[in-house]
């Protein structure tokens, strides 16, 4: 069964270095999505990317963020100068048209 | 208002019970809603779509209220690995972004 898969599974960082989050969406999927979860918080969406340029973002996608598909399979989620608050976890999904999305199992960012 | 609004539990139920949640939503134009379920420190599962006519997969029954703006998921039997997180999420006005709700959180109990 198709999946989407990130890598890595958890990093840890020191505040101020960038991190990149690398995700391998489903392959017929045209919608890519960055969804972060603060602990014992909600599901928050960060970005929507679709024909290859973004397609929404939300207030917490600032300029600290950036996303590409540099090769037309992976999706990756640049973090630049990295904060404590960035301190979460990142899903990817990808979706068709339904709005159905599947999620990869997610990349724990650890930031200290 | 909030987008989308959930009760956020936790629904405390004895196995075999039936429960049900209900999301509400504010964005009339919405065409597009689903439940899904999340495992604690996991990641969003897909649980169904929910369709005007409503829709039944196996113990799960949703339904959509249109003139209320509300969905709802009715669990029946239920199990102990039902306990989960049950996420709303519905569409904006583009095809894009989905809202999500906060969720409720099930708790079945033996």
């Known amino acids: 069964e198709p999946e989407v898969t990130q890598t890595p599974s958890h990093q840890v960082t020191q505040m101020g270095q960038e991190v990149i989050l690398r995700c391998v969406p489903i392959?017929?999927?045209?919608?890519f999505y960055w969804y972060r979860q603060i602990l014992g918080q909600k599901v928050e969406f960060l970005v929507s990317?679709?024909?290859?340029?973004?397609?929404?973002k939300s207030e917490i996608f600032d300029d600290q963020f950036s996303v590409e598909r540099p090769d037309g399979s992976n999706f990756t989620l640049k973090i630049r100068s990295t904060k404590l608050e960035d301190s979460a976890m990142y899903f990817c999904?990808?979706?068709?048209?339904?709005?159905?999305?599947?999620f990869g199992e997610g990349s724990r960012l650890t930031v200290l | 208002r909030k987008e989308v609004e959930q009760d956020p539990g936790p629904f405390n139920v004895p196995e075999g019970a039936t429960v049900a949640f209900n999301c509400t939503y504010s964005?009339?134009?919405?065409?597009?809603f689903f439940w899904y379920r999340q495992d604690c420190r996991k990641e969003p599962k897909l649980l169904m779509s929910?369709?005007?006519?409503?829709n039944e997969d196996g113990r799960f029954t949703a339904q959509l209220n249109r003139a209320s703006q509300y969905i709802s998921l009715l669990i029946r039997d239920s199990k102990l690995s039902d306990s989960a997180t049950y996420l709303c999420?519905?569409?904006?006005?583009?095809?894009?972004?989905?809202?999500w709700g906060a969720g409720t959180k099930l708790i079945i109990k033996p």
């Open positions: 964005n009339s134009a919405s065409q597009s």
């Open positions: 929910v369709y005007s006519s409503g």
């Open positions: 392959s017929n999927h045209l919608y």
């Open positions: 990317f679709y024909n290859n340029e973004i397609s929404e």
């Open positions: 999420v519905v569409n904006a006005d583009s095809n894009y972004q989905l809202i």
């Open positions: 999904a990808s979706g068709g048209d339904t709005g159905e999305l599947f």
